[in-house]
């Protein structure tokens, strides 16, 4: 049972973790940090970079807490029909594996995502500053 609730536990606070951060700091509320975010090469760049980095990898921020609720919802019911933690345990299990699995491409989304605006941002200060004739 201590091995349900841990689980249960650590799957729900991946899954909120990775979703509010996302939605926080792509809506410019989180701003800019060394500490909560997602930090790669071009993300802290500027404020642009970070809202869109944080924007794309919203999306699997979302899949990481409706895989939660999905996976722990059949884990407590399996916990009350079968009326033992031995199968009910694969509930939070797969939820803790998908979760796991979607930080790769939460942080892949957020870093080609934070690279173009980058490189944008990039491009178009090098074309202001040649004088056009």
């Known amino acids: 049972m201590t091995d349900f609730v841990v689980l249960t536990v650590c799957c729900m606070v991946l899954g909120a973790v990775a979703f509010c951060c996302a939605l926080l700091a792509s809506t410019g509320v989180l701003p800019r940090n060394g500490w909560v975010g997602t930090r790669l090469g071009p993300t ?64 892949f989304s957020a870093y080609r995502a934070a690279r173009g605006v980058a490189a944008d941002q990039k491009h178009d200060g090098a074309t202001k500053a040649v004088p056009r004739v």
């Not at 019911?77 to 979607?102: C, N, Q």
Request: charged content about 20%.
């Open 44 to 107: 802290p760049a500027s404020d642009a970079a970070w809202r869109a980095g944080h924007r794309a990898a919203l999306r699997w921020g979302i899949v990481a807490v409706v895989d939660d609720v999905c996976c722990l919802t059949v884990g407590f019911v399996l916990l009350l029909v079968d009326d033992g933690v031995r199968r009910a345990i694969w509930g939070p299990r797969t939820a803790f594996v998908i979760d796991v699995l979607t930080a790769f491409p939460y942080v």
